[in-house]
């Protein structure tokens, strides 16, 4: 629709209005005061320079055909009563308006929107009275009697927002500037419908707010609501519960009260709520009529406790609403715009007596309903025109009183200061004959004064109030009377002082009530959120889990594990032997005795180096061997360290070497026996190639090398390093960074030797005990076989536990070690040490004679005595092999291949003697 065509329709409305308001009535009131003749449509008109229009409920709704019902005696006669205040105040104020009288026009909205609108029409009439008169008179030809009204300079009102915008929408066609003390509504914040409406008080978008974090403060996190039908209770529920949203609040049912509710709606309410009893907390946008019908109802359905209510301004902090029904409001929280207790009011208040009634046409009827009494009642003689307020009843200032005297003082302050700028001396100038609504408007907005409170009043540019708000919590007092409480205030912030706050339970104790779908999850448990944000099922986490996130689990990571709280993952101890642990101090122990004794066996070997039984033992591998013996029993140490890249370094160098050492030097000495009885056994003269001890070591030498180049090569290819090794989610070791495979093929080559050894010890079982070394060391690889046999499945069958692992390596080498050095070397030691006697060179002749003379005689009678024959090495050999074949005794064979070694070692020691390779 264009402009032209809203002008046009704004105009025909503007002369219909017009046009009806001048037939209607043809009488009218005078200014003289008093109030309407007309019994059904009471109001007030004060004369004055200045007229200020006023809307109150001064009535509750009436029942179905009835516009009007009980008097209010807080929201509508202390609210009225306080306009007459302020206006009697400002009217004895000589630096407010001097010399210019303020009147009244008071009307009844009987807290019904189409009724105000209706009565609002008085105030547009008023607009239009200044039209000549003798234009009009009576059907019967009389002149009409019709008495001018001033029009208003403003309105002050209305208290309900429905009623405020159903009265701002017809004042803004006439320009006529209202100033509401009580209506919230967030919609009359439009100022492209509701240009001339303004307010002291905040809209409910601050109201709102502060209800949201008063939730919050309780623990609220799952609520119902409750709104009257129009716009202050849809509008602000509308708002709460967009706020509460954004705050993680969830709603478990919005239940609406329609215009004109029955008892039934009321219990049908009550019930709804009470299907969502985990929804405790139920918030209100109602006004004081359907609050006081809500509990009410919760007390006819035996359902007192069972709710927590957290009302809006509409509640307060009003009598009315919980006035014989204090038990189901017990415990209420509610919310008002910050105000002051007036107590100039109070004195103003309490001085009005019965003959206020000439006044204020509402006040007889007030007075009756107060008092319950009739007034000048000779019938009944309950005369109650002596009554006192304040004395005989109980009297409380009605919450909002404040901001109808501001509202009052707002409208004077802007034509004070439109005076100032208009008129040049006191009093009313023609310029404000009559007042400008556009230019009032202007200077309501820039109007900013100190207020009832103590507080500055002033608008925004929405014409809005600042948004500040007392809590209250209607309680049962010690004195055993219920009163509202200051619990806290708003202030862009909530200040709330729990420890004022009380609450009854069953049992009579108090306590902070809860209102929410799902407790809160425990220590490391995630919500699964089932429906509703706020209902939830609470999933542990696993053992290795933390809370990532209120819903979300995540695993830690290897070598972490989740703290206390579930938080966060704590890196876990590094594990690596520790020289105080048993499984350290057990194979330390069996190391170093086995270096002492080794240290020892070496030590005697040198000191007896020279003696027949060292000599006779094969010195060089013998030292070889010792050498061997001693690396295995420090790689117990090398073993049990603390994990680097040098310890890693030497434990895989060391423990193939220290092992081929000695099965090298064993290789060999097996080696040379096998190889001198097989000669011997074939009947060959010649002696074996390589076996002097030069020859010995080289070949030792060799198989050492072999091992030594194999590790060599490995350190290169592999930098040794160390790892962090995770056997299960409990544990870190940190270990060499080395696979389990390049261990076993580290070891593969000594177990080759070892096989090898084993095999010619085996063969060479059967030497006679003249030389019976080779039976010792037949008895070392067996257990050494035996050892390693069960290192491999207890080595690798454990591991998840590296302590058993490595104490089982370090005791596999020392008990290899250990049998090794016992076995070889124990006996050669226990000779020369306590049995000197023996450590003496025997002769050939001597050496024949201890095999029997069965096993002697074949073979040397023909050659000539036994001493020619033993004179020279050779000779002895030969002459044993020669005459091998021919004797066929078994015992004889082995007695003279016998000789024949012993006589071969013996001459080992001699440099002079041996043959040439």
């Known amino acids: 629709m264009s402009t032209n065509k809203v002008l046009l329709v704004g105009h025909v409305l503007h002369w219909c209005i017009l046009v009806l308001t ?33 809307l109150f409920p001064m009535h509750e709704k009436g029942p179905v055909g009835k516009n009007c019902g009980k008097v209010k005696e807080e929201k509508g006669i202390q609210r009225m009563e306080a306009m007459l205040y302020a206006v009697d105040k400002i009217n004895n104020d000589d630096s407010i308006l001097p010399n210019i009288t303020l009147g009244v026009h008071i009307l009844d909205t009987c807290s019904r929107d189409s009724y105000a609108l209706e009565q609002s029409m008085d105030f547009i009439r008023a607009q239009f009275n200044n039209f000549d008169e003798g234009n009009y008179q009576c059907k019967d030809g ?72 008063i939730a919050k403060a309780l623990g609220w996190t799952y609520i119902s609501t409750v709104a009257d039908e129009g716009n202050y209770g849809e509008k602000g529920i509308a708002e709460f519960e967009e706020l509460a949203k954004n705050e993680g609040l969830c709603i478990a049912q919005s239940l609406k009260i329609p215009r004109d509710p029955s008892k039934d709606l009321f219990e049908t309410t009550i019930t709804d709520l009470a299907k969502k009893p985990n929804a405790k907390g139920v918030v209100m946008f109602v ?23 957290l009302a809006s301004d509409s509640w307060g902090a009003k009598i009315h609403p919980v006035e014989g029904q204090e038990e189901a409001a017990e415990g209420a929280i509610t919310i008002l715009p910050k105000r002051k207790v007036l107590t100039e009011f109070d004195d103003y208040f309490k001085r009005l007596n019965a003959s206020h009634s000439q006044l204020n046409p509402w006040f007889a009827e007030f007075w009756e309903q107060h008092f319950e009494c009739r007034l000048n009642d000779s019938k009944t003689g309950k005369n109650c025109s002596e009554k006192r307020l304040g004395v ?44 400008d609504g556009a230019t009032v408007l202007s200077y309501i907005r820039n109007v900013s004064f100190n207020g009832s409170a103590g507080t500055t009043v002033r608008f925004s540019k929405s014409g809005d109030g600042q948004g500040r708000y007392n809590i209250f919590q209607y309680q049962l007092t010690n004195s055993g009377e219920h009163q509202y409480i200051p619990i806290g205030e708003w202030t862009d912030r909530l200040k709330l002082d729990m420890s004022k706050t009380h609450w009854r339970y069953d049992n009579d104790t108090f306590w902070l009530p809860r209102s929410v779908c799902s407790e809160p ?12 944000p706020c209902c939830w099922l609470c999933i542990p986490c696993s053992e290795y889990e933390i809370l990532y996130d209120e819903s979300t689990c995540i695993s830690c990571a290897n070598g972490t594990m989740p703290n206390h709280n579930k938080t966060a993952c704590e890196a876990l101890p590094i594990q690596h032997m520790l020289w105080n642990s048993p499984w350290a101090i057990v194979p330390a122990a069996v190391a170093s005795f086995g270096i002492i004794s080794t240290l020892f ?39 049990i360290s603390k994990p680097s890249a040098f310890s890693c370094a030497l434990m895989r160098l060391g423990i193939g070497l220290s092992l081929s050492i000695c099965f090298s030097a064993l290789f060999t000495k097996t080696n040379r026996i096998s190889r001198i009885f097989n000669r011997g056994v074939k009947g060959l003269a010649k002696r074996p190639s390589y076996t002097s001890p030069k020859s010995q070591l080289v070949i030792c030498g060799c198989l050492i090398s072999v091992q030594l180049i194999g590790a060599s090569v490995w350190l290169i290819l592999d930098i040794p390093n160390t790892t962090r090794a995770y056997p299960n989610r409990e544990t870190v070791i940190l270990r060499c960074e080395a696979s389990e495979l390049a261990l076993v093929l580290s070891l593969l080559y000594n177990m080759l030797l070892i096989t090898l050894c084993t095999v010619y010890a085996f063969k060479t079982r059967k030497i006679p005990e003249n030389f019976n070394e080779a039976k010792y060391i037949a ?64 002769t050939n002749s001597t050496m024949m004679n201890s095999a029997s003379s069965k096993s002697i005689r074949p ?24 005459n091998f074949n021919s004797t066929k005794s078994n015992d004889t064979r082995l007695s003279d291949i016998s000789l024949d070694l012993n006589s071969d070692v013996f001459d080992e020691a001699e440099p002079n003697s041996d043959p040439p390779e």
């Open 22 to 54: 001048t037939t209607v009535h043809t009488s009218g009131i005078g200014e003289s005061g008093g109030h309407s003749r007309n019994e059904g449509e009471k109001k007030l008109k004060l004369p004055g320079d200045i007229i200020f229009g006023g």
């Open 142 to 213: 009389r002149l009409r009697k019709y008495v001018k009204s001033r029009p208003v300079a403003g309105v002050i009102g209305a208290a309900s927002s429905s009623v405020s915008v159903m009265v701002a929408n017809i004042l803004r066609l006439f320009k006529i500037p209202q100033i509401s003390y009580a209506s919230t509504s967030e919609e009359l914040s439009d100022k492209s419908r509701f240009e001339y409406f303004s307010r002291v008080v905040p809209p409910d978008t601050f109201q709102a707010q502060a209800m949201v974090d």
């Open 287 to 309: 006004n004081e009529d359907n609050c006081k019908s809500l509990l009410r109802a919760t007390i006819d359905l035996n359902k007192t406790g069972d709710f927590y209510w």
């Open 392 to 435: 005989d009843d109980h009297y409380e200032q009605e919450g909002l009183v404040q901001f109808v005297v501001d509202a009052v003082y707002a409208l004077a302050y802007a034509l004070q200061s439109l005076h100032n700028d208009t008129c040049s001396s006191p009093g009313l100038c023609k310029e404000m004959r009559p007042t």
């Open 521 to 532: 999850c425990g220590i490391g448990q995630a919500k699964n959120v089932k429906g509703e």
């Open 601 to 639: 066996v070496i030590v005697t070997f040198i000191r007896y180096n020279a003696t027949p039984v060292i000599m006779a033992s094969g010195r060089e591998l013998c030292y070889v061997l010792l050498c061997g013996l001693f690396m295995c029993y420090v790689m117990t140490f090398v073993l």
């Open 779 to 842: 008895f070392t690889m067996y257990s050494t076989c035996i050892v390693w046999s069960a290192f491999i499945p207890i080595y690798f069958g454990t591991n998840q536990d590296f302590k058993i692992q490595i104490t089982t390596l370090c005791m596999c080498l020392s008990i290899s070690a250990t049998a090794a050095l016992g076995c070889l070397f124990a006996p050669k030691v226990y000779i020369v040490l306590f049995q000197p006697h023996k450590n003496v060179r025997q």
């Open 859 to 882: 073979f040397f009678g023909k050659s000539g005595t036994v001493g020619s024959s033993l004179g020279n090495h050779n000779d002895v050999s030969v002459g044993v092999a020669q």
